[in-house]
């Protein structure tokens, strides 16, 4: 930068200054300590705190004038001396306190003031990690990202697991805990719910005022720190729910920000989202296009964050997205298209991907908004993937019936592939669908205590065999009965029950199998990696496919859905061989079947197979070796 920082207001204002929190909030610039925020409309600002008694003794000076204000002093600070600090500004006859949205460390719960915190010089021990990223995860011509496996376990950090008193464990503490665990039970990322600095635990960390800022439930940014080159020094890649459609109406927050509307829409029709409580951000103004995608930079440059899940993106994308009629006001065309969060969600991953290419943009969009996933420079919105929700929605459903009227849903099971490849998908299993009243994953499944073990176990082998990258929530994988509860710990005692455990195990061992399974992940998006056999078995309660890897090769994926077992079922097949088991959720007696010349299902060739009850089974082929004469 330079000394007057010129360039910076003036990229600012332009809404292409994506480095901010370089400028704004708290530094220490030539032996001061400067603090800088924009209050376009206001008529005074001051920075009051634990230094001047609060009071009005350091003024700030507009130095642009569409809002930038800045003070200087001579304050010295040392960061464990937790020294608070907050804006206060006034607009005519009012005046708002305010923490600062480019704050780095904010307080909490009651505790509404940022601190003043200049982050430390980490010493990061993930180089390895990420070098190994630039070949693994990265969006260049080669785009390897979408021939990888990519296995997420969803946590959110306040509820994983809880000291004996109820009380949070911290960044490091998790941190030691939930690396081993989560590379012992073969995920390959976690997904953090949001952690930027929330009042409400209640809001799973969705309603923010620090953006800047990781909660200070688990300690402070260092320790958040250790967290993600911990994941690292064990391979596990760290991505972080990120939410740039809305922000909390807490008094301290952005809400109003310089006593009149300033980081949120000005129109009473797109200012307020009336379910959540909360306030839209504008994002076709540019300082409030500065200030986001200075955050995601942030996160990804700051943290070594390798991937953000963009939340809420139809909330953004639709003007009458949860309105009624007369609600919203149409598009210049008519439509009900928000163009500006269109342009914004381009501009944002245009300039992530230009300074990391190597990094992960997941849209969590509910609807069937076209080349979501497909590049800028082609039309699309240039995320890299986007949550499949019919998929979940369906297959939920699915299962959640009684085996003998399935035949009835059969379309539940097999929908998703006229849809799958038109998009790059994440199945995902989230924390949206184990909470309030729609019972916790293995809750959902039909039939007796056993027959729940039983479907999950399918159900889980027929997500990890089915195209798209996979997401499951924690809990799910050891089946957790009770809903997820964000105020107390995971139910870890259920380990401790037989068949808890054992559907523990399983899921490592399938998560594991998936790994090391390459047909399953290296052409996840298009139909040369995908075959049906059976689709259309709706009577038989079955499905059968194959997965093609990038040399050919295939495996063969048979579902059972029924509660009956199929005894000899008759399945063609690509060639003449010999066909063996190689996972199962119920493994066989007889592990390899031989093909006959009796073709079916379009093959010249067939095997027997003996699937039981709510069961899957994978099988991989071997030519027959002919004898040279």
């Known amino acids: 930068m330079n000394n007057d920082f010129q360039i910076e207001k003036y990229l600012f204002h332009q809404g292409t200054y994506f480095r901010a929190y370089e400028y704004f909030g708290v530094h220490i610039e030539d032996g001061m300590t400067v603090f800088r925020t924009w209050a376009p409309n206001a008529d005074a600002v001051y920075v009051a705190g634990d230094f001047n008694g609060w009071g009005d003794s350091l003024p700030m000076t507009r130095i642009t004038d569409n809002g930038i204000w800045e003070a200087k002093t001579d304050l010295y600070f040392d960061n464990g001396w937790r020294m608070k600090y907050k804006y206060v500004i006034r607009n005519g006859g009012k005046t708002v306190f305010k923490a600062d949205p480019y704050a780095v460390f904010d307080g909490t719960h009651n505790e509404t003031a940022s601190y003043l915190y200049v982050l430390p010089d980490f010493g990061w021990e993930d180089a390895d990690w990420l070098e190994c990223r630039k070949t693994a995860i990265c969006e260049n011509e080669g785009r390897p990202a979408y021939t990888a496996p990519i296995n997420i376990y969803e946590v959110h950090l306040g509820s994983f697991m809880r000291r004996g008193d109820g009380t949070y464990l911290t960044y490091r503490e998790l941190a030691d805990t939930i690396a081993p665990y989560v590379k012992r039970m073969g995920y390959t990322h976690i997904e953090i719910l949001p952690v930027a600095e929330h009042p409400l635990d209640e809001s799973w960390g969705y309603q923010i005022c620090g953006f800047y800022a990781p909660t200070s439930r688990f300690g402070e940014p260092s320790d958040f720190m250790y967290f993600v080159n911990k994941m690292h020094k064990y391979g596990i890649g760290v991505i972080m729910d990120w939410v740039p459609a809305h922000f909390s109406k807490d008094p301290h927050g952005l809400i109003e920000f310089d006593g009149s509307l300033c980081y949120e829409y000005q129109g009473e029709d797109r200012k307020e989202h009336k379910v959540w409580g909360t306030r839209f951000f504008d994002v076709g103004r540019e300082e409030v296009q500065s200030f986001l995608i200075s955050n995601a930079i942030y996160w990804l440059s700051v943290y070594h964050i390798d991937g953000l899940r963009v939340d809420a993106v139809a909330s953004m994308l639709y003007l009458d997205f949860d309105r009624k009629p007369g609600e919203w006001t149409p598009a210049y065309d008519g439509s009900n298209k928000n163009y500006e969060a269109i342009a914004f969600f381009k501009k944002l991953n245009t300039a992530v991907f230009e300074r990391f290419n190597d990094v992960l943009m997941i849209a969590e969009e509910s609807s069937d908004w076209p080349m979501l996933t497909k590049p800028v420079y082609a039309g699309g919105l240039g995320f890299s993937f986007k949550w499949d929700m019919g998929f979940m929605n369906d297959t939920l459903y699915y299962f959640s019936k009684d085996p003998v009227y399935r035949k009835y849903e059969h379309n539940r099971i097999t929908f998703s592939m006229m849809y799958s490849f038109s998009e790059n998908y994440i199945l995902s299993v989230s924390h949206d669908e184990v909470v309030h ?36 929530f924690m ?10 509860d964000c105020t107390s710990s995971l139910e870890w005692f259920m380990t401790g029950f037989e068949k808890h455990s054992q559907l523990w195990m399983f899921t490592a061992a399938l998560n594991h199998f998936y790994l090391q399974t390459k047909q399953l992940w290296e052409r996840d998006f298009g139909w040369e990696g995908f075959k049906w056999i059976k689709a259309d078995a709706a009577d038989d309660n079955a499905a059968i496919f194959l997965r093609y890897a990038a040399d050919g090769s295939f495996v063969l994926c048979a579902f059972n859905f029924s509660a009956s077992p199929l005894s000899g079922y008759k399945t063609g097949v690509p060639g003449p061989g010999a066909y063996t088991e190689i996972f199962a959720t119920v493994p066989s007696e007889c592990t390899t079947v031989f093909t006959s010349s009796d073709g079916c299902d379009g093959f010249l060739s067939s095997v027997l197979l003996d699937l039981p009850p709510l069961s899957a089974s994978v099988y991989k082929y071997e030519p027959i070796k002919r004898k040279i004469q």
Do not use: A, N
Not at 458 to 469: F, S
Not at 475 to 484: A, K
């Open 475 to 484: 809990g799910s994988e050891y089946g957790q009965f009770r809903e997820w």
């Open 437 to 472: 009243g729609k019972k916790s994953l293995i809750d959902k499944m039909f039939g007796t205590y056993e027959q729940k073990f039983d479907g999950l176990r399918c159900y889980l082998t027929y997500m990890m065999c089915h195209p798209g990258k996979k997401l499951l």
